[in-house]
C-alpha cells in the first residue's frame, strides 16, 4: 500500500528525468543541453531519494549536477571557435536505431522476467531511517580497499587533469 | 496502514515495482547512447557518457532497494557501488574534458568528424 502522492512524484520525476534527456538530444545549443543535463540529474537525485538512498541523492546533487556540469561549461566556454550547435553526424539514424532497439531490450526484459524474490512496493518505507551511516561503515569496512584505491584514482585524474591542460612558458602546450 | 494514511490515498494496482525503475533506466540510458553515437561535439559525446552512468546507478539502487539478508535487514553494498561509480565519473569527466580543452588548442576544434589524425 502506498499513498497516491509518492507514486505521483514518480511518474513525474520519471517524466522529468526521460524529458529532460530527450531535450538533450534534441536542442540546437550546446549551453542549453548542459542545462537540460542538469535537469536529467536533478530529476535522478529525486529518483533515489523516492528509492530511499538519501545519500546518493545528495551525493548525486553535489557530484553530477553540481560538480560535472560545471566541468561541463567550463570546457563549452574554454572552446570558444568550435561549433556550438548540438548537430549530430551521419551516425544519428543507426545510432538512433540501436538505442531504440537497445530500450525495447531492456524493457522486455525487465518486464518479462521473473523477479522473483524481488517483488513488491518500490516505495514503501524502509526500516532504517538513514542510509548515511550503514554507507559509511560498510565503505571502511569491507570495501575499505577500493575506498583507498579510489583515492588514489582521484589524485591521478587530479594530476593527469592540470598536466594535460597545463602551458608551459614558450605558450606550448605540455 | 500507518496512522497518517488516509484510507482514500492508499492504492494497490498503481504500485511501483522494481521492473519501473529498470525501464526508466533503460530509457535513459538508451538515450545516453543515442547522444554519444550521434553528436558531432566532443563534449555532447561525454554528456551521453555522464547520461549512461547516471542510468547504470538507478539500477543499482533499484535492486539495492529489494536486496535484503536472510534476517529482513537490508544490504547497502549497491549503494557503496553507486558511490565508486560516481568517484569514477568524476575522474573520467575531468581527465576528458580536459583532453578535449587540449584538443582545442591544437587543432580549434572539438568536431569528432574532423579529428582524424589516425586515419591511414
Known sequence: MESLGIIAGFWLLAGVTIGASLAVFAVRNLLHAVVFLILAFVGMAGLFITLSADFLAVAQLLIYAGAISVLLVFAVMLTPLANRDNSNSLYVLPGGAFALAFATIIAFVAIEVDWHQLRGDALGARSFSTTVAEVGSALLGPHVLAFEIASVLLLAALVGAIVLVHEDETGEAA | ?120
Request: net charge neutral; charged share 15%; aromatic share 8%.
Open chain 2, 1 to 120: 496502514m500507518s496512522l497518517f494514511a488516509s484510507p482514500l490515498a492508499t492504492v494497490d494496482g498503481l504500485s511501483v515495482t522494481l521492473e519501473h525503475y529498470l525501464v526508466v533506466a533503460g530509457i535513459v540510458f538508451s538515450i545516453g547512447i543515442a547522444i554519444a553515437l550521434s553528436k558531432r561535439n566532443a563534449i555532447a559525446v561525454l554528456m551521453g557518457v555522464e547520461l549512461m552512468l547516471n542510468a547504470v546507478n538507478l539500477t543499482f539502487v533499484a535492486f539495492t532497494r529489494f536486496s535484503e539478508n536472510a534476517d529482513g535487514t537490508s544490504v547497502l553494498t549497491g549503494h557503496v557501488f553507486v558511490v565508486f561509480v560516481l568517484t569514477v565519473a568524476a575522474a573520467e569527466a575531468a581527465v576528458a574534458l580536459a583532453m578535449a580543452v587540449l584538443v582545442y588548442r591544437r587543432r580549434e576544434t572539438v568536431d569528432l568528424d574532423r579529428l582524424n589524425l589516425l586515419r591511414w
